[in-house]
């Protein structure tokens, strides 16, 4: 059963465009989310975090927003840039244990 | 960020071999560590939890007795595949949880294994 769910496996933007990048779960134990950043062959890349006592938490040009209510997650690139093209992933967690990851969504900024 | 490492990056390895994975932190000392399997344009999936000074807690549907884990000091956990088979030829990573601080649950990745078995 998939607790976290990548809808989109694919997105292609723009260069200079935003780049939204959604997430859903399903277990409302889940109080940590994570974007992780993956090019082939490599392991991920922490990309940036959020706890479930925020709804927002920005680092340079990656936004992440969580509405707890929905029970998704979204993560924004603005401006997106090339070297930005890769497979992100969302992962969840209740704090302390594993995280559950969801399927990717590959991006592609078009230069 | 924290630094882990996997060593081979990739192997290729007969049917009934079995093969091992390292994975350490090089800058932290982890007592917990992750490995996880990807399958081509799947998910991460969790295979099993390893403390250190204690048996690997395995997910469902993985068998402690082909994956075996070892997690015998703070910086280092193996993962051996014992008589490896084509279908578990697939990307393997770990992780080590930095263990204090703001960020105490983010977990650090290794830059993955691909094992292939002929």
């Known amino acids: 059963d998939q607790q976290v769910k990548q809808n989109s496996p694919s997105l292609s933007v723009q260069e200079g465009r935003i780049s939204i990048l959604n997430c859903d779960y399903t277990n409302s134990m889940f109080d940590y989310f994570l974007w992780y950043k993956k090019y082939p062959a490599e392991g991920p890349t922490f990309l940036i975090s959020?706890?479930?006592?925020?709804d927002k938490n920005e680092d340079g040009r990656f936004t992440v927003f969580l509405n707890k209510s929905a029970k998704h997650l979204s993560l924004h690139i603005v401006p997106s840039q090339p070297g930005d093209s890769a497979v992100y992933f969302c992962?969840?967690?209740?704090?302390?244990?594993?995280?559950?990851f969801g399927t990717g969504t590959s991006l592609t900024v078009i230069p | 960020g924290a630094v882990v490492s996997q060593h081979p990056s990739r192997v290729i390895c007969k049917s009934g071999t079995s093969v091992k994975i390292e994975c350490r932190s090089l800058d932290f000392q982890a007592t917990t560590m992750f490995w996880y399997r990807q399958f081509p344009k799947q998910s991460l999936m969790l295979m099993a939890t390893s403390n250190e000074g204690s048996k690997a807690t395995y997910e469902q549907g993985v068998e402690k007795d082909k994956f075996l884990i070892n997690h015998a000091s703070l910086t280092l956990s193996t993962l051996t595949v014992t008589s490896a088979h084509p279908e578990d030829s697939s990307f393997y990573i770990c992780?080590?949880?930095?263990?204090?601080?703001?960020?105490?649950?983010?977990?650090?990745f290794g830059p993955g294994t691909r094992l292939t078995v002929l």
């Open positions: 959020i706890s479930s006592i925020k």
């Open positions: 992962a969840a967690s209740r704090t302390g244990n594993q995280f559950y």
């Open positions: 992780s080590a949880r930095f263990p204090t601080g703001d960020i105490n649950n983010e977990q650090f």
